[in-house]
């Protein structure tokens, strides 16, 4: 069988499960994995030594056994004996057992466990940076250091090879470029730390045998929920994949953009992957794209920017829209005929979303609170649609500063009055409290919220008590999502697309197995806006 583009279907990776809580080894979390993980892993370091024939008795695929010591970032603090013990026990036991380079490839446990039952590998210690890149030079020198290292590991025969290096490490950017023409199918290298969560996800299409994803919640080390591989990526299926989208933040792993991009990517086969990239310096991670995408054969093609970064994107774009020079903020950049163009979905995602509920801005007296990029972009296009446009912002020179360049007037968020407003649009991280009393609100108010959130925040709760009319940011979340995966692929999502569904659906598909996207119980399933 054959893909619309001509590449062969079926090809998927080995989903292994990491239980590492307790309440990840109960009878129904297991039987949730059925037809979902293909291996479960026990983090013994974690969980204890669970009775293997239990285990088997609540879960049919391959287990694997893994004591990892704090010397590789695990909580295992058993002495050498203790330590020989266990693994020599789960030999008997598991399919797989994890032995460290180069502290537990000795002869006794070489002796006792076979080639076939190994998982040689290697976690970096020390703290994980926050840096995104490296450059050309620096990825290859890297990548060689890398090599070296599993050449050592290589001379230990296994089943399966693991290298695990911190992100912001000496290895951490190159740990993917490993794994492109290494033409082995033994070997899998990602990076750990949330900065290095989107290697984990590429790691399969450049190679990798396995793909790992905790039972539970996503976990500090960078490791997804096996429910959020399953909405976010459609893992463990590989579709053909030649080329990168993604979304650069501050910390994108909260944003719904990667379902919902991917889902549309899946459903058009188009052969792309929109992955989170955590952000530190822009500037540094944009050249980085361009070097990873040169030596991974993986270009990027687009980017979704959230906050802090949006100034920095509209500085790297060849060509910018009149909308993001405008409000002097960029919220997207992708390529248009061999040029980087930036431009500012917010715009659009607004007055759009007011559209819809009915909601004409020409003639209304608005406020807009916050000023970082999104509220800018917000004021510039309410102006040109005929509102009368005040900024409101809590940091009076960052509002100041809005102000003068958009030439608007400003109130500062402790003097702002609702009084005689009758258009209010929330763009600010806020969401756990009101930014301004709605009850001091007209009553022909009309409240637009940017923020998205399950539960609604409580913005948009106390507007819905009032009986305003109000628009939540799921409307503009959908909206912001079709307008940039329209730019960045010249195509349109589909609309038998239900966003909506895929949103929320998912997670109830998920939950049938005992899981859900996030991790989390499966009646709470909490997300909030970092960007459409």
């Not at 090599?147 to 950017?173: K, N």
Request: aromatic content about 6%.
């Amino acid at each position: 069988m054959t893909s619309g583009y001509g590449a062969a279907l079926g090809r998927r990776a080995r989903l292994v499960a990491v239980a590492t809580a307790p309440e990840d080894l109960t009878p129904r979390s297991l039987r949730g994995l059925a037809g979902v993980a293909d291996e479960l892993e026990v983090r013994a370091d974690l969980v204890g030594d669970p009775d293997p024939s239990w285990l088997r008795r609540h879960f049919r695929g391959q287990l694997t056994y893994s004591l990892r010591s704090a010397r590789h970032g695990g909580r295992s603090v058993a002495g050498p004996v203790e330590r020989r013990t266990r693994l020599l026990r789960a030999a008997d036991h598991y399919e797989l057992v994890d032995l460290e380079a180069m502290d537990d490839v000795q002869p006794e446990l070489l002796a006792a466990v076979p080639a076939r039952q190994r998982r040689v590998s290697w976690h970096a210690s020390g703290h994980a940076g926050r840096a995104e890149g490296r450059c050309r030079a620096e990825l290859r020198e890297a990548s060689g250091r890398l090599r070296e290292r599993f050449a050592a590991m290589s001379a230990v025969p296994a089943a399966l090879y693991l290298l695990v290096p911190h992100a912001g490490g000496q290895y951490g950017s190159a740990a993917p470029l490993l794994l492109t023409g290494l033409g082995r199918a033994d070997v899998t290298a990602f990076a750990s730390g949330p900065v290095g969560m989107w290697t984990r996800v590429l790691a399969p299409w450049l190679g990798a045998p396995v793909v790992f994803g905790r039972v539970g919640a996503p976990g500090e080390d960078g490791t997804p929920s096996v429910g959020r591989l399953l909405a976010d990526y459609g893992l463990p299926a590989l579709p053909p994949l030649s080329g990168l989208f993604g979304i650069a933040g501050h910390a994108p792993g909260r944003s719904l953009s990667p379902r919902l991009h991917n889902a549309a990517l899946r459903e058009l086969r188009l052969p792309a992957l929109y992955l989170p990239f955590q952000v530190d310096r822009f500037s540094r991670f944009w050249q980085w794209g361009f070097d990873f995408g040169s030596l991974g054969g993986m270009p990027l093609r687009g980017l979704t920017v959230t906050a802090p970064h949006k100034e920095s994107a509209l500085q790297v774009a060849d060509v910018a829209d009149p909308e993001a020079l405008g409000c002097g903020a960029a919220n997207l950049l992708w390529l248009d005929d061999g040029r980087w163009r930036a431009a500012t979905t917010d715009a659009v995602g607004a007055l759009r979303a007011l559209a819809l509920g009915g909601v004409e801005p020409s003639g209304r007296k608005a406020a807009v609170i916050g000023c970082g990029g999104a509220g800018r972009a917000v004021a510039w296009a309410l102006r040109a649609a005929g509102a009368r446009v005040t900024l409101v912002n809590r940091g009076i020179p960052h509002g100041l500063e809005a102000s003068s360049q958009l030439g608007l007037p400003y109130v500062s968020l402790s003097r702002f009055s609702p009084a005689g407003y009758d258009l209010f649009v929330h763009a600010t991280p806020l969401v756990e409290r009101e930014p301004f009393p709605v009850a001091a609100a007209g009553e022909d108010a009309v409240v637009l919220e940017m923020a998205y959130r399950d539960p609604p925040t409580a913005l948009t709760r106390a507007t819905r008590a009032r009986g305003l009319v109000g628009i939540d940011g799921w409307q503009v979340l959908f909206v912001e999502v079709c307008e940039q995966f329209r730019l960045m692929t010249g195509r349109s999502m589909p609309e038998t697309l239900p966003l909506r569904s895929i949103c929320f659906g998912l997670a109830e598909q998920a939950a049938g197995h005992g899981l859900t996207a996030s991790g989390g119980p499966a009646r709470t399933h909490r997300v909030r806006r970092e960007a459409p």
